[in-house]
């Protein structure tokens, strides 16, 4: 039976952190998580108003904790500026909270593993730089492309596979992960303590084409899907429409769009967390249904 912890938790209001307090509160964790606004109440959890600018509410969002996830981020920025101060000052904040000697498991990226190609990809890697170099009991978790129920960053691709069709970066490789595993395997991590560790997860399938996933999507909304393949040039006029018409909520930015045309964003197995800590339990094909029945569950599909 699993003992149980006192978690802070960051990134508690967004996707992977809404499921992973979920998931600690019904394991029987004591949660607290850090929030902008007020939240509905709910038992074991308690919000800690303020964000990561706030020493005092970093403070008492980690005092007693036995462990903290730190899952906030920031994936799109309009700028460097915003990917400095979501990604790297957040994360030196966090750290400075949590002290000396407390688990620290921080949620990373794949793309940390190409710092040269997006500023999204260096801000993470800086911030994996501070982690290692920092006094805490840290683990390190770089998740490819996560996917999954009250997902909407990649609500345009199912919207397009509907129609039969998908706008594909140039061809590639990359490996997936449910948000449901994503979150199980953080809290596998608050309550192991192996020091010093970095782990890239999936699930467990070695990785997909990126058509292969098109088709996969497909499925899901029961569509036969054609994969387009689109040069890097056209993706960047793309990026600058969508940031004309979106504006701050553009999903496609001219950084994104440098590490979506990488070849390569499956994990290294070599990184896979140990079977005794975690193993994944969801497959594309349910997790890509799963998520599709929350869309039209929520009227988004």
Known sequence: MTTPLTLAITGGTGFVGGVLVRQALAAGHRVRALARRPQPAQNGLDWIAGDLADPHALSALCADADAVIHVAGVVNAPDRAGFVAGNIAGTRAMLAAAGAGRRFVHVSSLAAREPNLSVYGWSKAEAEHLVEASPTNWAIVRPPAIYGPGDLDQLDLFKLARKGLALLPPPGRLSLIAVDDLARLLLALAGDRTPHVLYEADD????????????????????????????????????????????????????????????????????????????????????????VRWYRANALL
């Open 204 to 291: 467990g399938t070695g990785g997909l084409t990126s058509a292969d996933y098109a088709r996969a999507i497909g499925g899901a909304v029961g569509r036969h899907v054609l994969p387009l393949h689109l040069p890097r040039g056209l993706l960047s006029l793309a990026a600058t429409l969508d940031r004309r018409f979106r504006g701050a909520e553009a999903r496609l930015t001219h950084d994104r769009v440098a590490y979506l045309c990488h070849p390569d964003w499956t994990i290294d197995p070599a990184r896979r967390p140990p079977p005794a800590l975690w193993t994944p339990a969801i497959s594309t094909a349910q997790g890509l249904a799963d998520t």
